[in-house]
Antibody, heavy 124, light 110 residues
Framework: QVQLQESGPGLVKPSQTLSLTCTVS??????????WSWIRQPTGKGLEWIGR???????NYSPSLRSRVTISLDTSKNQFSLRLISVTAADTAVYHC????????????????WGQGTTVTVSS | QSVLTQPPSASGTPGQRVTISCSGG????????VYWYQHLPGTAPKLLIY???ERPSGVPDRFSGSKSGTSASLAISGLRSEDEADYYC???????????FGTGTKVTVL
């Protein structure tokens, strides 16, 4: 059973860089059947999709965050990471790493495995 | 910002049927599949419905999804206390080249 676990600093200063890592256990991150995604939820607000990456290197990012975000894979460690630069208080949120399954299909089977989430607060 | 619109709340008594709507546009719901997620407080969101109306293994058949044009809906029949949660619709948006989530609906079991 695949499990995802987020890790990283819980507090980041304004204007600095937020960096989180997601460790995947129980399965390989190198399978081309999946996209590996990041989703966040600010306190009291709804879910916001940040972006995703596939083993072949394909990435997609939210237009509102594209200029500040990078998602990368480390297949040797079975991990993927999120990097968000120039953070502000508006980036304070619970950040989830998530698997999106495609199988051999063109169409998604959905965001089917979620990490528990990690809270990141942006404050001086 | 959310591109998909949901009612902020819905409620029902145990055993009742509750329906949640999700309104989008031609670049998202109108041309792609809709997904539904259940988010219980303090837990990770859970996939309830994929590809408009399919249920993952383990999701009770009390949950059903449908889509028509640029709108979709989630129905919960035989409402139970454990269904009290936030529910989100989601879809790929071809114009944005990214996923969009609904505004979320809080379901309360009276």
């Amino acid at each position: 059973q695949v499990q995802l676990q987020e890790s990283g600093p819980g507090l980041v200063k304004p204007s600095q860089t937020l960096s989180l890592t997601c460790t995947v256990s129980g399965g390989s991150i190198s399978t081309d059947s999946y996209y590996w995604s990041w989703i966040r939820q600010p306190t009291g607000k709804g879910l916001e999709w940040i972006g995703r990456i596939r083993t072949n290197g394909n990435t997609n990012y939210s237009p509102s965050l594209r200029s500040r975000v990078t998602i990368s894979l480390d297949t040797s460690k079975n991990q993927f990471s999120l990097r968000l630069i120039s953070v502000t208080a508006a980036d304070t949120a619970v950040y989830h790493c998530v698997r999106e399954s495609f199988g051999s299909s063109k169409w998604s089977y959905g965001l089917d495995v979620w990490g528990q989430g990690t809270t990141v607060t942006v404050s001086s | 910002q959310s591109v998909l619109t949901q009612p902020p709340s819905a409620s029902g008594t145990p055993g009742q049927r509750v329906t949640i709507s999700c309104s989008g546009g031609s670049s998202n719901i109108g041309t792609t599949y809709v997904y539904w997620y259940q988010h219980l407080p303090g837990t990770a969101p859970k996939l309830l419905i994929y590809r408009n109306s399919e249920r993952p293994s383990g999701v009770p058949d009390r949950f059903s999804g449908s889509k028509s044009g640029t709108s979709a809906s989630l129905a919960i029949s035989g409402l139970r206390s454990e269904d009290e949660a936030d529910y989100y619709c989601a879809a790929w948006d071809a114009s944005l080249s990214g996923y969009v989530f609904g505004t979320g609906t809080k379901v309360t079991v009276l």
